[in-house]
């Protein structure tokens, strides 16, 4: 059984940065993509960031340039770097394990059912 677990969510300011991390257990960690998904109260989970194996990455465009996703594989955990942080970031952040090692095709990462595992997930508040 494969357990993802989340933890690094807490309170910021906006402007400040914050790193969550997923660590995962269960299955050989090196061969998946990895996928981080957010959902604010009263709006549905929606794509953040994700990395392939071999660590190429795609990200949604409103974190593009402030947020970055990495992994470490010996660690079997995946990380989300977030900068310049907005009050319209607060949700609760949840990585995801993919299917599959590399996806291709535009929107690929961000399609939810492409994803066969999801952690519990951690609160992520930014003050304005």
């Known amino acids: 059984q494969v357990q993802l677990v989340e933890s690094g969510g807490g309170l910021v300011q906006a402007g400040g940065s914050l790193r969550v991390s997923c660590e995962a257990s269960?299955?050989?960690?090196?061969?998946?993509?990895m996928g981080w998904f957010r959902q604010a109260p009263g709006k549905e989970r929606e794509f953040v960031a994700a990395?392939?194996?071999?660590?190429?990455?795609d990200y949604a465009d409103s974190v593009k340039g402030r947020f970055t996703i990495s992994r470490d594989n010996a660690k079997n955990t995946v990380y989300l770097q977030m900068n310049s942080l907005k009050p319209e970031d607060t949700a609760v952040y949840y990585c995801?394990?993919?299917?599959?090692?590399?996806?291709?095709?535009?929107?690929?990462?961000?399609?939810?059912?492409?994803?066969?595992?999801w952690g519990q997930g951690t609160q992520v508040t930014v003050s304005s």
């Open positions: 995801a394990l993919h299917k599959l090692g590399y996806c291709s095709g535009y929107g690929c990462y961000a399609a939810q059912t492409r994803y066969a595992y």
């Open positions: 990395i392939s194996r071999n660590a190429g990455t």
């Open positions: 269960g299955r050989t960690f090196s061969n998946y993509a």
